[in-house]
């Protein structure tokens, strides 16, 4: 592995050993949840609004191929309830005319690739896109949710880790989230803030502190706050550190094995 990312910092400072048996062991979640089946189907209709003539339709024809899967939804939704939202946010969307996209072939997943001060390695970062909000150039990440932000959040946003991390590797100080809420009545939020340049001094720093430690093997559990609210708990890798067989067969597959069979 020549490159870190975003999703590996995170999954590390949430806990070292889950980062081990994701990006090391090979074992990755049952992709079977269907919030984040939505969230991919759901951004790429977003996306396709500065491709095709309809999204509303480009969405309703993604969303229709998952209808038969065995997803597990959330005891308030349903795969009729996600269309009804998804076409809603997307109509909304389409009708507010906030976002400006140049070149909708080139201006979307914007790959960038820095070198980080005291290792060998690479920082690899995807930017949803790179566009203007309300008529402002900014680094633009979608965000599908079922809460809305504050309303008097003021500079908090600033502090967003993934909102800093991107900010750094684009070199890009003006940032905006758009965050689509899920709710009976469609939502969508279009939260903007300014990464200041001292934040990405300490951001490098601290990235070059996890690369050390990950470098260096140190994969302990980190369980987190005791009951109720141990992350232990909706973990889905928790059967490989009871060495519960049947919990690991039930959440994870190996990707390494099935490397090793297909190839």
């Not at 990440?141 to 908090?156: A, C, I």
């Amino acid at each position: 592995m020549d490159h870190y990312s975003y999703t590996q910092l995170s999954t590390y400072l949430q806990c070292p050993l889950k980062y081990k048996y994701h990006y090391l062991d090979g074992w990755q979640e049952m992709e079977d949840k269907a919030s984040l089946v939505f969230g991919k189907v759901f951004q790429s209709a977003v996306e396709s609004q500065f491709l095709v003539a309809d999204s509303v339709k480009f969405f309703t024809e993604h969303w229709e191929a998952v209808k038969d899967l065995p997803l597990e939804y959330s005891n308030n939704d349903s795969w009729e309830k996600m269309l009804e939202q998804g076409q809603a946010l997307l109509e909304q969307f389409r009708q507010d005319k906030r976002v400006l996209i140049n070149d909708g072939q080139t201006d979307f997943q914007v790959k960038f690739r820095r070198p980080l001060p005291l290792s060998q390695k690479h920082f690899l970062a995807y930017v949803d896109a790179l566009g203007y909000v309300d008529g402002r150039p900014c680094l633009i990440e979608w965000k599908t949710t079922t809460q809305s932000y504050p309303e008097n959040l003021g500079r908090v946003l600033e502090l967003d880790p993934q909102l800093v991390c991107y900010s750094w590797a684009a070199q890009w100080q003006e940032v905006s989230l758009v965050n689509f809420v899920r709710k009976k009545q469609p939502e969508i939020q279009y939260l903007r803030a300014r990464i200041r340049k001292r934040q990405w001094k300490a951001f490098v720093q601290t990235l070059d502190l996890l690369a050390s430690e990950m470098e260096a093997g140190h994969f302990y559990p980190r369980s987190g706050i005791r009951y109720p609210n141990n992350q232990c708990l909706n973990c889905a890798y928790l059967g490989l550190c009871l060495r519960k067989k049947a919990l690991v067969e039930e959440k994870l597959v190996r990707m390494v094995e099935e490397t090793v069979v297909h190839g």
